[in-house]
């Protein structure tokens, strides 16, 4: 490496912060010794504390300006992947800075580097990380793999958010009545199943009892009112993808109750909140006009998907969902591997994971070595504080000191462990999916497939009857690997 210029970008996330284990001040001294060990010149420095409140990621996309205004910056020095990335989109603009900037990605702590020569493993391997980052890939192993519906149909709610009464257990990870508001579910049965009150009127009432939803804590509106009176969990039953499944979670209120809710909803006839889920609503965009593609059922079963046309002018053209699906399936295509073809990578990857080793030994030496001195050090100081040697002020000071550096070095440690673990059997993971995913893909219902889709591709647009999609990292390394011959050593 000559000479060249280079931006640094650290971060730290809100909860690190709270732990106070791990400061922005120890990854910036890394980054800088590194950029000095291997004579890069620093021109600017982004670092980003991330508040609890708001996500920020206002110095990341300052960062993003400078380099585009800067082509002259060739080299990015980053921790980790998952400093760097919180989302596909985010990797697809960096992505973008390699490809057509020539931008070199260091991410120092991985030891490993993305640029526009980086092998197609390499990028892939980045795109995992990002995966990663995002915990996607926990999904990815449960959902898609081991099948969430196993685990639906043993009556343990797969996921996604937990219905207004109930809290998780972190300890025994159960669902439970949360004490403080289940009583306040079953009134609001009663009430409405006595036919006293309109879901207007309930949503009053809810505000004078304080309910409010525990993630935003705003009042509950009438639609989550409706929401919830109709929501099976309550009795102990659930909806998953599309299907009801037996709960194995705690009932709030009685099945006789709900059928009387159900019943009073019937006599006020209240359509308008009756909205029906459609597998692939909310997803598409009209490829001419820019609105939203909207769902509707014909002669009662047939689900076809449309423009919006609100912004006039687009020819409505319906497109049955099975269309719909056939061709996400065919977008599939590049994505599926041999098991050949997927052995040779992950061999690639090993060898690529072996050649790290002996770096990754020695960086874990060099923390346990100084963890090791500093608690030498808090002993030795410790006798002469006993010993009058040194006085109690300097004593706190230096042990503090030593305690703040001791805890920084053990964080770093944990996630060093932690990512060795974890990169090789993700990589696995999805190299599997791809053997199987035409497989996969048939086996799933509708529902089901939608997952799939928000997981494997983005931006899917429809031009009149004709799909198009792009494909999320890591699979899109894939896609470009199986269309190019790129998998090479
Ligand atoms: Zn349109």
Redesign the pocket.
């Given at each position: 490496m000559k000479s060249s210029n280079a931006v640094i970008y650290a971060r730290v996330s809100s909860k690190e912060q709270e732990r106070e284990r791990y400061s922005i001040d120890a990854q910036m001294k890394y980054l800088r010794q590194y950029a000095t060990d291997n004579s890069l010149n620093v021109v600017r420095e982004f670092q980003e504390a991330e508040s609890a409140k708001i996500a920020g990621r206002a110095k990341f996309n300052k960062m993003l300006e400078f380099i585009q205004a800067n082509p002259d910056v060739k080299y990015l020095l980053c921790e980790k992947t998952d400093r760097l990335s919180r989302n596909f989109k985010d990797i697809a603009t960096i992505d973008s800075l390699v490809q057509n900037q020539g931008l070199t990605i260091l991410l120092v702590k991985e030891n490993s580097e993305i640029s526009k020569d980086s092998k197609s493993h390499e990028n892939f391997m980045f795109g995992i990380k990002a995966l990663m980052a995002k915990n996607y890939s926990d999904n990815l192993s449960e959902e898609v793999i081991k099948g969430m519906r196993e685990k639906a149909s043993q009556g343990r709610y797969p996921g996604g958010s937990i219905p207004y009464g109930y809290l998780i257990d972190k300890n025994v990870g159960e669902i439970l009545p949360d004490p403080e508001r289940a009583h306040l579910v079953v009134e609001l049965f009663e009430l409405y199943a006595a036919n006293k009150m309109s879901l207007r009127a309930l949503a009053g009432w809810a505000r004078t009892k304080s309910m409010t939803t525990p993630r935003s804590g705003k009042p509950i509106t009438i639609s989550q009112i409706d929401r919830m009176l109709k929501n099976p969990f309550y009795y102990g039953d659930f909806r998953w993808a599309g299907e009801l499944f037996r709960g194995i979670h705690k009932p709030i209120v009685t099945r006789k109750l709900f059928d009387a809710v159900q019943q009073a909803f019937r006599v006020h006839h209240k359509p308008q909140f009756n909205r029906r889920s459609f597998a692939f609503g909310n997803l598409l965009v009209?490829a001419?006009?820019g609105?939203k593609i909207t769902a509707e059922i014909k002669k009662g079963k047939y689900v076809y998907y449309h423009?919006t046309?609100m912004?006039g002018g687009?020819d409505l053209v319906y497109v049955r969902e099975a269309d719909l699906i056939d061709q996400y399936s065919e977008l599939l295509g590049p994505l599926v591997l041999t098991e050949d073809k997927a052995r040779m990578i992950m061999s690639q990857i090993s060898k690529r994971r072996s050649g790290d080793v002996k770096k990754i030994a020695s960086e874990r030496l060099r923390l346990n070595t100084r963890i090791g001195l500093l608690s030498k050090w808090t002993e030795q100081a410790y006798i002469d504080k006993l010993e009058g040697t040194i006085g109690k002020e300097q004593w706190q000071s230096l042990t503090s000191l030593w305690e703040t550096e001791r805890s920084q070095l053990s964080e770093q440690l944990r996630i060093l462990n932690q990512e060795n673990q974890n990169i090789v059997p993700a990589a696995q993971r999805i190299l599997e999916l791809s053997q199987k995913l035409p497989a996969l893909w048939d086996s799933k219902n509708s529902f089901e497939k939608r997952r799939l889709v928000d997981l494997l591709y983005s931006n899917s647009t429809l031009d009149g009857a004709n799909l198009y999609a792009t494909y999320n990292k890591p699979f899109s390394f894939i896609a470009e690997g199986t269309q190019t011959q790129k998998w090479r050593g």
């Open positions: 009209c001419k006009c609105c423009c046309g912004r687009c």
